[in-house]
């Protein structure tokens, strides 16, 4: 059989320029000895998992860390797939958390283009070397032809795939071939294996250590019918031409290792370094399950930015799931970067990261404790131009009187700060009692109608915006006194049932009247933030209601 002839009628590309020109054109990295070509290799489906941060996030350590690079490649074979915009939201979504690409899809870049289906050339120069060399052949079965044989393995138990004998059109003769394509009939290219199931060896993973790995015997397909490659195909050569040296990607990867292993081989390339992480699980009661797309809206990035959530807080959270290590490391060095921390691929989990949300947002609400009321202002407003709605927009517009009520809500300048934000959405309808346009409160009180419309009608003719604190607290004590609450809380221990209550609930009925929440900062000052004209209002406002 003339497999030169063969391979020129099976894939007419007249880009194809010698093996020899690919080698050249993508050259060795010029690299210190050590340093790590990684990647992220998406497809463009326009959802960005939080499983791609989670990658994005080691591979950017481990090559910034070694002094390599690390590169964006779009896998965008299945058109089907593919989202306009799809890239920007990959962009968008890393930046947002702190991880930028060197170079890569829409970046610079010497080793592009970054698009699989632009790079289709190269593929098709080294699918017409294998068929040359005769470790790759055409085939013309159909999905119904797929299918029998399909059927056939599941009714004998036998290995599912095209292989041996099932590989019908492994060993076509010369004539059926050209049969077959004056016939009209579409044809994929398929790897012709060398592998047998029955040998094994031990293979070397970067996260996971050694582990047992069986050749592959499968005929997999390389390049489809409209010649554009398989993930298989592509991500070999891409790997090889853009130079990369570390691979970390799912464990769903690990039942195709032997495929891979087997096409560098045949393609007379060096195998990079393969690191298999586990996939983020969660809680579903007493079950652990990967956390899903479907089912779990903190499966997305987007949920975490439509939240509100610090970048920091994020990646914090994130650094803890990927390196057993960084939470120690955190505890010893309380006020360094996280970006000082040593990330190792060697202490990556070897079973699956369980994501907790109650963890994340315990970080979310240190890592807010360290903003000032300024930066607090700025994240929030942006979070508000971008997801809120027109009324908490308009939080934000009156920058002084915002950052007055952040610093109070987040214990600025206090002893201790307070620890009651954990995200924008959160913390913008925890400080919404602030704001006339959002003051929508139930009342709900402990006491009888009449005891606390006394009280709130007795303490409104004595307020006094002029007042300081401890003038303001001794007019609440007097009110107190005067409806029969005492003042003295050992006396009120010691006896609750000779006293209608404490200065504590008359405290209480107050601020429920000031705000409609029975709990909140500090009262005084609400109502000092607030100011005199709007505390008599809501005062007067909390009086008509009963």
Known sequence: ??????????????????????????????????????????????????????????????????????????????????????????????????????????????????????RAEVYHAYAKELIRKGLAYPCFCGEEDLEKIRQHQTENKLLPGYYGEFARCRNLSEEEIYENLKAGKPYVIRLRSQGDVEKKHTFRDAIKGEITVTENNQDVVILKSDGIPTYHFAHAIDDHFMRTTLVIRGEEWLSSLPIHIELFGVLGFKLPRYGHNCSIQKMDGEVRRKLSKRKDPEASLTFYREQGYHKKAVKTYMLTLLNSNFEEWQMKNPTAAIEDFKYSIGKMGKSGALFDIVKLNDISKSVFATLSEREAYEFLKAWAEEYGNETQKGYYKDEEYACKVLALCMGVGGKKRR????????????????????????????????????????????????????????????????????????????????????????????????????????????????????????????????
Not at 44 to 53: C, D, E, R
Request: aromatic residues 14%.
């Open 1 to 118: 059989m003339d497999l030169n002839k063969l391979a020129e009628v099976l894939i007419p590309d007249e880009n194809v320029k010698p093996l020899s020109y690919y080698e050249e054109r993508y050259p060795e990295r010029t690299l210190e000895k050590g340093a790590e070509v990684t990647r992220l290799a998406p497809s463009p489906t326009g959802f960005m998992h939080i499983g791609n941060l989670y990658v994005a996030l080691a591979n950017e350590r481990i090559a910034h860390q070694s002094g390599g690079a690390f590169y964006l490649r779009i896998e965008d074979t299945d058109e089907k797939r593919k989202v306009e915009g799809a890239v920007e939201v990959i962009h968008s979504s890393l930046k947002y958390f702190g991880v930028e690409f060197d170079e890569g899809a829409d970046l610079c870049g010497e080793y592009g283009p970054y698009y699989q289906r632009q």
């Open 419 to 546: 620890k009651d934000f954990y995200c924008a959405a959160q913390a913008t309808e925890f400080i919404s009692y602030f704001f006339d346009e959002s003051f929508a409160p139930t009342y709900e009180y402990r006491f009888d109608r009449a005891t606390v419309k006394s009280i709130l009608q007795a303490f409104k003719q004595q307020y006094s915006y002029a007042d300081d604190m401890q003038t303001w607290f001794e007019k609440v004590k007097a009110v107190a006194t005067a409806h029969g609450f005492t003042t003295d809380m050992k006396a009120y221990k010691a006896d609750p049932t000779a006293y209608a209550g404490s200065v504590a609930d008359v405290a209480e009925i107050l601020r429920i009247a000031t705000t409609g929440l029975a709990n909140t900062p500090d009262l005084w000052t609400i109502m000092q933030i607030l100011g005199e004209e709007r505390t008599l209002a809501r005062l007067e406002k909390a009086i008509d209601s009963l």
